[in-house]
């Protein structure tokens, strides 16, 4: 398995050819999962983590079956667990800020589409200068979490298919085709998206994801996509 992969195209491509990119936020852009890490501090992680595993390599295909799943274990937990998540266990993979940097840059819109929950992808937007969010949002009373996720404006929760949704709206609304688009996730639910964007990136992937996708980045940080789509 080689450093950096590509295939379907040609290297370099011009980075002014594209105009919005789609990322996933857990083990992509931070390096946690982080109901693993809501689970672990709870002393719920091996439950957890076996199904989030089992969804990431696509053994559970059915993403909202398996956050449902995960989510009901952690009914009852504090949700101070998630302040402490953020605090002492998330963390930015390497070169994703110099990515989200040097792409907006270039002028591109950026998305963080996660199948994860808003309390961290508000913090991780507004670090890395996202211009459109979408994912879960916890259920929270009585000062602990319900096993349950809020609706909101656009649905429940944030799966492979929403991911492709929302993709196919921010390309709308800034009037560019999916064709100008890059998606870069790491998971299984992350391959609609990368299905319909003009360029799929895995990043430390599993290995369904990262054969299907168009660039495979296996070692180094996230800003060696940029050895492949160059300024200019």
């Known amino acids: 398995m080689t450093s950096l992969?590509?295939?379907?195209?040609?290297?370099?491509?011009?980075?002014?050819?594209?105009?919005?990119?789609?990322?996933?936020?857990?083990?992509?852009?931070?390096g946690i999962?982080?109901?693993?890490?809501?689970?672990?501090?709870?002393?719920?992680?091996?439950?957890?983590?076996?199904?989030?595993?089992?969804?990431m390599r696509g053994e559970i295909t059915d993403f909202r079956d398996s956050l449902q799943r995960r989510l009901a274990i952690l009914a009852g937990v504090p949700a101070a667990v998630l302040d402490r998540v953020l605090a002492e266990r998330l963390r930015f993979n390497p070169g994703a800020?110099?990515?989200?940097?040097?792409?907006?840059?270039?002028?591109?819109?950026?998305?963080?589409?996660?199948?994860?929950?808003?309390?961290?992808?508000?913090?991780?937007?507004?670090?890395l200068g996202m211009d459109f969010v979408r994912s879960n949002e916890l259920e929270i009373e009585n000062g602990a979490l319900?096993?349950?996720?809020?609706?909101?404006?656009?649905?429940?929760?944030?799966?492979?298919?929403?991911?492709?949704?929302?993709?196919?709206?921010?390309?709308?609304?800034?009037?560019?085709?999916?064709a100008q688009a890059m998606a870069v996730g790491d998971g299984a639910n992350d391959l609609p998206m990368m299905g319909v964007a003009g360029l799929s990136v895995a990043y430390h992937?599993?290995?369904r994801v990262r054969e299907q996708a168009?660039?495979?980045?296996?070692?180094g940080g996230l800003e060696r996509l940029l050895e492949v789509v160059r300024p200019g």
Request: with cysteine; proline share 3%.
């Open 5 to 30: 992969a590509t295939q379907g195209f040609t290297p370099p491509l011009r980075l002014a050819d594209f105009k919005l990119a789609a990322f996933d936020m857990d083990s992509t852009l931070i």
């Open 33 to 55: 999962e982080c109901i693993d890490e809501i689970a672990a501090l709870a002393d719920k992680g091996q439950q957890v983590a076996a199904i989030t595993e089992a969804a």
């Open 97 to 127: 800020r110099e990515l989200c940097a040097a792409l907006k840059a270039a002028g591109l819109k950026l998305v963080l589409v996660s199948g994860g929950f808003t309390f961290f992808t508000r913090f991780v937007a507004a670090e």
């Open 146 to 178: 319900t096993g349950r996720v809020a609706m909101q404006d656009w649905g429940d929760i944030c799966d492979g298919a929403e991911k492709r949704r929302m993709l196919l709206e921010c390309c709308e609304r800034i009037g560019c085709t999916p």
């Open 205 to 207: 992937a599993k290995p």
């Open 214 to 219: 168009m660039v495979a980045i296996n070692a």
